[in-house]
């Protein structure tokens, strides 16, 4: 999704800024532009397409980079008209004096373009975001800061936004909803949506609030609420290598994440799981919760699916998994009885967010299961559960995945273990053993890529599996649809036969979830059903059973473990499965078509 980047220092701005966006390519865009400021003067190039391409516009530019200390940069992900140059940001106003950098979602849109229509204003682009620079402009007598709060005021939706104007001497920067951080360095100041764009200028970090406002001068700095209070700020310090966000021998950041799962699995278990008891710091105001609600988006949702059956099998107490985008314009029936888990890799996903705060107006506890340190939900949970699984830098989640559902389970046993009752010694020897078969499945790498290629010409899939594996299920389906382009659906391996049945022929292979549980059996029955109609079959099994191998076309065998624990260990060969497909399809893999990594517009 969109990313901004601002300098203000003494060095040139150009290369940082250029440095900075390429950091944020992982989040997905259409454009990129930058607008450097001298004395006098704002420079503004933009282009459709890659940053690179932005790169070799500003070389046939010439510029004196010495000369431009201060400047904005963005990439878009297009959301109110198509990607182009001219809705690129920045945008600036019509005596190109003003010139602003825009993330998210300008809701009243419309009536504030009214605003402009009166005043006579030509719009260059087919953006929400360009008003903004008119605005400021309109209200601008000299001090930008004013000119900023008088436009954010009159603003509904979200923004993170940073300011310039031609006087050269200062950034404004903003936010409502949508991520910005300051970046404090020595004499020289950063702003950006992403503290990754910073790693290697600063890593003191100061994460904006919602409605506070930065006003930068390279030098210095404050931060104030929108009345003029100044405000108590915390510089953070970030504990990231820049190797965590380099691919090294690996050929596309999905598969060196898929690879890491191993380490991420054991970052998350250290400190957490000592002897037989499960240590996590939870702030939760009570645990005598009526219900608790898992709420999330994409992949995260599918973690809370298997979470739902850890919760319910340890804890006894009813849960119910919602779509945040569902839950947040339900007017939800939520109150101080509920604990509200919101599971996000990012922290930022807008949708999640609000949710989340619909739960926290309406009085419920509320934890979070998070990935990036220092994000929105993770500050505005009353408690959470850290994934420490590294920056993911591939769009298509996959440590995050299987770190979510690890975290969902030491949860659940940690809330049995709060009860009084004793924890199951197979189950816990079952998880300090988990990074161990993470690599044993890994080893199947190989052979799913030859599995791949047989199919990577088909148009639909199947993704069938019951129990934990339907949720498995999904998220494969979800893997492959997103990076390969080729239809997928999860479906619930009994619910087939009442519709989907229909679908089955030979160019509509299924791939089963078949690995020894209580269900087994009937997993067998549904191939039966999917075999006597001419469907081909591959198959995610962990014993040699004659049945399932005159049933399968293809066997992938997987290290044998308890049910709860193959929820992560089946799920690696379907992130191969998607991974291979889309390599073999040559398709941009860590940045599939129209998607976004931290979607932070609804
Ligand atoms: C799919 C994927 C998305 C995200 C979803 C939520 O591979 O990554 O479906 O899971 O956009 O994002 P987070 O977890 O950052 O809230």
Same mark, same amino acid.
């Given at each position: ?36 400021? !001298? ?52 945008? /600036? ?155 090294? !021998? ?86 101080? !009885?509920? /604990? ?46 850290? /994934? ?48 161990? /078969? ?87 029955? !549904? ?76």
């Amino acid at each position: 999704m969109c990313g901004i980047i601002g300098y203000i220092g003494n060095k040139a701005a150009e290369p940082i800024l250029i440095k900075g966006l390429k950091k944020m390519e992982y989040r997905g865009y259409d454009s990129a532009g930058l607008c450097l400021a !001298n004395n006098g003067k704002l420079l503004t190039i933009k282009r459709k397409g890659e940053v690179n391409e932005l790169e070799k516009a500003i070389k046939n530019e010439k510029i004196k980079e010495s000369k431009y200390n201060i400047g904005i940069a963005h990439t878009r992900w297009a959301t109110h008209g198509s990607p182009s140059k001219i809705n690129a940001h920045p945008h /600036l106003d019509s005596e190109n004096k003003i010139a602003i950098v825009h993330n998210g979602i300008i809701e009243n849109y419309d009536s504030l373009k009214e605003i402009l229509k009166k005043d006579k204003v030509k719009l260059r682009s087919e953006t929400d975001s360009e008003i903004i620079a008119h605005l400021i402009s309109k209200f601008y007598k000299g001090n930008l800061k004013e000119a900023v709060k008088k436009t954010v005021k009159l603003i509904e939706g979200s923004y993170g936004l940073a300011v310039i104007d031609k006087q050269a001497n200062k950034i404004i920067a903003t936010r409502n909803s949508s991520p910005l951080v300051i970046g404090v360095g020595k004499n020289e100041t950063f702003v950006a949506s992403d503290p990754l764009a910073l790693m290697s200028e600063t890593k003191k970090i100061i994460y904006l609030k919602d409605k506070q406002l930065a006003e930068i001068n390279g030098k210095d700095f404050v931060i104030e609420d929108y009345i003029g209070n100044e405000v108590d700020f915390e510089i953070i310090e970030l504990k990231l290598e820049a190797a965590q966000i380099e691919k090294g !021998n690996y050929k596309h950041f999905m598969l060196k994440e898929i690879f890491d799962q191993p380490q991420s699995l054991r970052n998350l278990l250290a400190g957490r799981l000592k002897d037989e008891e499960i240590k996590l710091s939870l702030n939760l105001k009570n645990k005598k919760w009526r219900r608790i609600i898992l709420c999330a988006c994409g992949t995260s949702w599918h973690s809370c699916l298997i979470g739902k059956h850890f919760i319910e099998k340890y804890t006894n107490i009813p849960v119910e998994v919602d779509y945040a985008s569902e839950f947040r314009y339900r007017n939800p029936v939520v109150g101080k !009885n509920d /604990l509200f888990i919101a599971v996000s890799q990012s922290g930022e996903t807008a949708d999640t967010l609000a949710a989340l705060r619909e739960a926290n107006l309406k009085g419920a506890d509320s934890l979070g299961i998070v990935n990036v340190v220092g994000s929105t939900i993770s500050r505005e949970v009353n408690s959470g559960v850290y /994934l420490h699984a590294g920056p993911e830098i591939g769009v298509a989640s996959t440590k995050a995945f299987s770190s979510q559902v690890l975290a969902f389970l030491l949860l659940s046993l940690y809330l049995q273990q709060e009860k009084g009752e004793k924890l199951d010694k197979k189950t816990i020897k079952e998880i300090k053993r988990l990074p161990q /078969l993470v690599e044993e499945v890994l080893k199947t790498n190989q052979q799913i890529k030859k599995i791949a290629k047989k199919f990577n010409s088909i148009n639909n899939f199947l993704y069938l599996g019951r129990g934990i594996n339907f949720p498995v299920a999904l998220e494969g389906a979800l893997k492959l649809k997103e990076i390969s382009y080729i239809h997928a659906e999860g479906y619930p391996a009994a619910e087939i036969k009442h519709g989907p049945i229909a679908l089955i022929d030979k160019d509509l292979p299924s791939l089963f979830l078949a690995t020894k549980d209580e269900l087994l059996e009937k997993i067998i029955s !549904n191939m039966q059903e999917i075999k006597a109609r001419g469907g081909k079959i591959i198959t995610i099994a962990n014993e040699k059973r004659k049945e399932l191998i005159e049933l399968s076309d293809y066997v992938v065998y997987v290290p044998k473990t308890t049910t709860e624990l193959a929820g992560i260990v089946n799920s690696i060969p379907l992130q191969l499965l998607a991974y291979h497909t889309a390599d073999l399809k040559n398709l941009n893999v860590d940045r599939p078509r129209n998607l976004a990594k931290s979607v932070t517009v609804e």
